[in-house]
């Protein structure tokens, strides 16, 4: 399949456009990148510097004249520009659209995260196939009222139901801790289930991005992705458990990600 990725790229650190371009070529895919904004590193360092892809619009535009897409993901956009034109093309898209929101995590928005880049991803919500929120994300883009801390299944199906109403065909929220373990749930219009994984007490960059990476792979195959996430959930944890962890920041080590049968 032919996947056109819209994320941040991150010279150092194992996260966004690297990691997507990693696991859905890892799976088979052929993957064209453009990147939406350029970080010295991504922001779980403690100083980094950014900018804007300059002229967006012109690149995307010639690689529109070379290639068909199968499928768009959307990752990183906080560009009014970008998000008009994303939002353009989509109209128009008749394939697979994936959407993996960057705004926040921990029940935190990122430090540089808007009110208008919200906005932008309530409106493409309306276009995606599958939408793949950590908890934090999900609660931003539902107005949901409720702390995080205090934030129950019942109110993650509540959430699920409301991106669903938002025009989402299916929902997969991250990253909702209980009782020591790492749910996510699952919902369609004909489906709800919660699936539970083993918590890590150590932080790993780039997680969010390898299990949305791996789900867009899944999608593209065709699979039912109830069937797939318990897969997709295994692998990682296994990939997490086997890599060298050490004393401070510790990133995704991205070989071994292809999806067994």
């Known amino acids: 399949m032919k996947i056109l990725v819209f994320n941040d790229y991150c010279c150092v650190g194992n996260c966004a456009l690297k990691v997507n371009i990693s696991i859905l070529t890892q799976n088979g895919n052929e993957v064209f990148g453009i990147p939406t904004k350029i970080f010295s590193s991504h922001m779980a360092y403690k100083d980094f510097l950014s900018f804007e892809m300059p002229n967006f619009s012109e690149i995307f535009e010639k690689i529109k004249k070379i290639q068909n897409f199968d499928a768009i993901y959307i990752g990183f956009v906080d560009s009014r520009e970008q998000f008009e034109v994303i939002k353009n093309f989509l109209k128009e898209f008749k394939g697979k659209v994936i959407l993996d929101p960057i705004l926040g995590d921990n029940g935190a928005k990122y430090s540089g995260a808007t009110e208008e880049q919200i906005e932008f991803y309530k409106e493409f919500v309306k276009f995606a196939d599958i939408v793949t929120p950590n908890l934090t994300e999900s609660i931003l883009l ?19 139901e409301k991106l669903f109403e938002m025009g989402a065909k299916q929902v997969l929220i991250k990253s909702f801790e209980e009782d020591n373990k790492l749910n996510t749930l699952y919902f369609s ?43 997709i959930q295994k692998l990682l944890l296994e990939n997490i458990q086997k890599q060298e962890k050490i004393d401070g920041l510790n990133e995704i080590n991205l070989q071994n990600f292809k999806i067994g049968e």
């Not at 539902?142 to 199906?157: A, G």
């Not at 960059?205 to 792979?217: E, I, K, N, Y």
Request: proline share 0%.
């Open 142 to 160: 539902t107005d949901y009222k409720k702390d995080f801390s205090e934030t129950k299944r019942k109110d993650v199906e509540k959430i699920a």
């Open 189 to 231: 219009k004909n489906s709800k289930k919660w699936f539970e994984t083993e918590k890590i007490d150590i932080k790993i960059c780039g997680t969010g991005d390898t299990f949305s990476s791996l789900v867009t792979s899944e999608l593209l195959k065709g699979e039912n992705l109830e069937n797939s996430i318990d897969k």
